[in-house]
């Protein structure tokens, strides 16, 4: 296997770290990172390794020196961090073999969004082929930078569709959810609206003019009742009572940054930018091509920066409705049990019961959107595989 034949984002971690730590602890903390991650020793680091490290040492920092001073020093590193991965390529590894060996078959029937990931898959290897090949090859070295943009934008590639698939699976779950939910607020709609059929029923035997509110009640009972009848076999109730995920992250952490540098758009415009300049050769500052380049990779980062800000905004919002609604399910929750302890009436208990389960529903939403968020953000910006899906 070839060895990639430097390790910048190990050298600028290293580099980083014997400022804050000295060289011997610099290093220690970085072979720690490496061996609890189970990473290969020889294993050239790139961003997403480093934000690893960075959090390892931000931990220990504030316990040593308080948070304010740990949040300024990880603030600060990891927007230099965003900075260097903007103009370093991962030094990668290449794959071995032809440039371009005969592919096998796609086997018909396969779903149709397995294909790009399988297409980005097939990129990813012929790019890792191309940069051996370069590098085997001193007429082609100067292409070497060029390529090296080409297999991590191939990879970001490959990253991209896997968390398509992650997400899509996610959301699937998520949806089973809060169906469960939705039938389960249901049910406790029906009891409240039997219950008032029956207080109302009483009210007209003895005189009271309620012949409208009661048909009412009960024509909202019957279709509640044909709702329940048509989804109840379709759902797990017990499903409803999986408890709310309560994702306390850092939205303002400066990690995010790495957004921008990593999204596959923008290190494909920034391979391309490269193959331009070594086209361009001597004449690269001054070539139409060259400028038009630099153009499209200002561009791509405009717009990975407005999609991350997007995703980030949307993930504050539903992080903030869904404190409130957990305090408004907490808050409920406690007035049922007292309700119940007192010996409340029937209808009260039903009513607060089933405003609890509402709710409780909308808070579901709110933490289902927020992680789906999360784990959108941190496949740019973590070493994590996105291809696992948590438990709901």
């Known amino acids: 296997m070839i060895q990639p034949p430097s390790d910048p984002y190990r050298d600028w971690l290293r580099a980083r770290l014997s400022a804050e730590l000295g060289v011997s602890e610099a290093e220690q903390v970085i072979q720690g990172a490496v061996q609890r991650r189970g990473w290969t020793a ?7 390794d480093v934000v690893a490290a960075l959090q390892d040492v931000y ?13 300024r020093w990880l603030e600060g590193t990891t927007l230099d961090l965003a900075r260097f991965a903007e103009t370093v390529p991962v030094p990668a590894q290449p794959t071995e073999g032809p440039i371009a060996p005969a592919p096998g078959p796609v086997r018909w029937g396969r779903r149709a969004h397995d294909l790009p ?3 980005a898959r097939s990129h990813a290897e012929i790019a890792g082929r191309s940069l051996a090949a370069i590098r085997a090859n001193p007429e082609l070295r100067a292409l070497e930078r060029a390529a090296e943009w080409d297999v991590q934008a191939t990879q970001a590639e490959v990253r991209r569709w896997e968390t398509e698939e992650m997400l899509s699976r996610l ?9 469960a939910d939705q039938v389960a607020a249901a049910a406790a709609q029906a009891q409240l609206l039997d219950l008032n059929v029956r207080e109302l029923s009483g009210a007209l035997r003895s005189g009271q003019a309620v012949g409208p509110r009661l048909a009412h009640t009960q024509l909202m009972a019957s279709q509640t009742r044909a709702f329940l009848d048509a989804f109840t076999p379709l759902i797990d109730l017990g499903d409803a009572d999986t408890p709310l995920t309560m994702l306390d992250v850092d939205l303002a952490n400066a990690r995010f940054s ?14 391309a930018l490269n193959y331009a300049q070594w086209h361009a050769g001597e004449t690269a500052e001054t070539s139409p091509a060259v400028a038009q380049a630099r153009q499209a990779l200002r561009v791509a980062e405009e717009e990975a920066r407005g999609q991350l800000d997007t995703t980030l905004q949307a993930a504050r919002s539903h992080q903030a409705a869904l404190r409130d609604l957990k305090t408004q399910v907490e808050t409920l929750e406690r007035r049922a049990t007292q309700l119940a302890q007192l010996g409340g009436d029937p209808v009260s208990l039903a009513r607060v019961r089933l405003e609890w389960r509402q709710a409780r529903t909308a808070a579901r939403v709110q933490a289902h959107r927020l992680e789906e968020a999360l784990k959108l953000l941190d496949a740019l910006v973590s070493e994590g595989d996105t291809t696992s899906t948590p438990a709901p």
């Not at 020889?42 to 997403?48: E, I, V």
């Not at 959301?171 to 959810?177: N, P, S, V």
């Open 117 to 119: 990931l399988l297409l």
């Open 59 to 71: 931990s220990r920092m504030r316990d040593e020196y308080g948070d304010a001073r740990a949040d």
């Open 258 to 271: 790495l957004g921008v540098p990593l999204h596959p758009n923008v290190l494909r415009a920034r391979q």
């Open 171 to 179: 959301r699937a779950d998520h949806a089973r959810i809060e169906v």
């Open 42 to 48: 020889m294993r050239a680091l790139g961003p997403r």
